[in-house]
């Protein structure tokens, strides 16, 4: 899902009234890091750890990879445990299935529906015990190079005023997603859940627009440069919001600018959950609890992003800049640039705020606020939508302006960027800046070399094929294979 993917980033084109209602009410991270693709995103936000010190690398599993995260390392449901939950899981897995042990529910979690490469399921939850759901939607997620996302065609008919199927389609599939965020949220609601709880959406990784060239699932990462699978803010700069029914401080909550990681989540929900973070031992994650609930503590100073991927990429942030650096230009030039989405716009009749305030979502958030007794006003701030909207160069209209100034030469092999007056990657200053581009390449080196773990491989083992496990794609490893036969597609 792309940083323009959602209507709480300013774009009109896909509305997301349920997810603008947790934006609306709760904390936008403006500055929230993934990785660029998703098992190593997956990987950091079940560790704490960067994946390259897990071993993962930079690369997803293929189905049927003779790979997975490594036994060594606890995950966040095993230390959620400890501290009295009960923990399930729902949709994508995409960390390894060679063998049960490898499974959801032989590293911490009580249910697992869902899928290592399949579909999704719900299901209900008693309140004898405290709850950690992870809810993996796959909904937007492309499904093959070349391929349209499957949405149903009544969803993705009210969309048809895009002038791109494939963008049409993309938008049915988040509109079905969004309308689920606003069930569950009224489900947990209609519990007496919601008030008690921390509710988190973020993404993985970016969008990938580019069709053809990549799994593109015609998101829009607008006017983030780039996208899925590489280093520039486009492809790890991922829409975030945090609510909390008990948020502490004056309400609505202002935009946090404050630096965070995909890895910080694990040891922020252990916090929330009243274990001791140092317990958790050597991890990357800090715990962000105080600055998202309380709206205190600092960020990152550091943050690795990635360390060689895609063309042996690497990229790291510290401070207002960021590096990167890569042995050569990507194969495609279309994968370094801007892209802005096709065009087409709902009615100009359609109110983004008044479509929000109507949803699900908005209901059960407001029920809970009040259930919670939250001071302040339950109203988004004024022009709250325009605060979130990227800025290229600082001024407003740069959004939209392709004459903003930009030295960006794709041919460039190190780049360097103010990332705070520069988020959209126009201006390297790594000629300009010798000094500090030498500061972060010796940065990077130190992060490199802190780093001794080689990333698991990708190959498939044709054993875990679904035609030697009756047409089911299963743990391979443990079990022996059954007689060959024909499957279905």
């Known amino acids: 899902m792309g940083w323009n993917d959602v209507s709480f980033h300013g774009s009109?084109?896909?509305?997301?009234?349920?997810?603008d209602a947790l934006a609306a009410s709760g904390v936008v991270l403006q500055r929230h890091y993934a990785t660029p693709v998703c098992t190593p995103s997956r990987a950091a936000f079940v560790t704490a750890r960067y994946p390259t010190r897990v071993g993962v690398g930079y690369m997803p599993l293929h189905p049927g990879a003779a790979a997975a995260l490594p036994l060594d390392f606890e995950v966040l449901p095993q230390w959620l445990k400890r501290q009295g939950y009960s923990t399930h899981m729902v949709g994508k897995w995409h960390l390894g299935y060679k063998s049960l042990e490898y499974t959801p529910t032989w590293r911490g979690f009580d249910s697992f529906f869902g899928?290592?490469?399949g579909e999704e399921f719900y299901f209900n939850h008693t309140t004898v015990h405290p709850l950690f759901l992870y809810l993996s939607y796959q909904a937007v997620h492309s499904s093959c190079k070349g391929c349209d996302i499957d949405a149903p065609e009544e969803i993705a008919s009210k969309y048809a005023y895009i002038k791109a199927r494939n963008r049409t389609l993309f938008a049915g599939a988040l509109d079905v997603m969004d309308r689920s965020i606003g069930e569950v949220l009224a489900a947990l609601q209609t519990r007496g859940m919601l008030v008690d709880s921390v509710v988190v959406f973020a993404s993985d990784n970016g969008a990938a627009p580019v069709k053809d060239i990549t799994a593109s699932n015609a998101g829009s990462n607008w006017p983030l440069r780039g996208g899925k699978s590489n280093v520039w803010e486009g492809g790890m700069r991922t829409p975030a919001v945090f609510w909390y029914g008990r948020l502490s401080g004056r309400l609505p909550r202002p935009p946090s600018q404050?630096?965070?990681h995909i890895v910080d989540w694990a040891p922020t929900f252990y916090a929330a959950a009243g274990g001791d973070v140092s317990a958790l031992?050597?991890?990357?994650?800090?715990?962000?609890?105080?600055?998202l609930s309380a709206?205190?503590?600092n960020g990152h100073e550091d943050m690795i992003l990635e360390i060689e991927g895609r063309n042996e990429a690497s990229a790291i942030i510290s401070g207002r800049y960021k590096l990167v650096n890569r042995s050569e230009a990507l194969s495609d030039p279309l994968l370094d640039i801007r892209m802005r989405p096709p065009e087409g716009d709902p009615p100009m009749e359609l109110e983004l705020d008044s479509l929000m305030k109507s949803s699900e979502a908005w209901k059960?958030?407001?029920e809970a606020s009040r259930d919670a007794g939250a001071s302040g006003s339950s109203a988004p701030r004024e022009n709250w939508r325009q605060e979130l909207i990227v800025?290229?160069?600082g001024s407003p209209t740069s959004r939209d302006d392709e004459s903003v100034s930009d030295n960006f030469d794709p041919h460039d092999t190190t780049f360097v960027f103010d990332i705070i007056s520069d988020p959209c990657e126009l201006n390297n200053l790594a000629s300009s800046e010798p000094e500090l581009r030498d500061r972060l390449l010796k940065k990077l080196a130190t992060f490199r070399a802190e780093v001794p773990i080689d990333p698991m491989t990708d190959e498939v083992d044709e054993r875990s094929f679904p035609e030697y496990h009756h047409c089911t794609w299963s743990?391979?490893?443990?079990v022996e294979p059954a007689d060959y036969q024909s499957c279905p597609c």
């Open 258 to 260: 404050q630096m965070m």
């Open 295 to 297: 709206g205190k503590g």
């Open 391 to 393: 800025k290229c160069d």
């Open 281 to 291: 031992g050597d991890v990357d994650g800090r715990d962000q609890w105080e600055a």
């Open 364 to 366: 059960a958030l407001q």
């Open 115 to 117: 899928y290592y490469n």
């Open 12 to 19: 009109r084109q896909i509305p997301t009234p349920n997810i």
């Open 475 to 478: 743990t391979w490893m443990d």
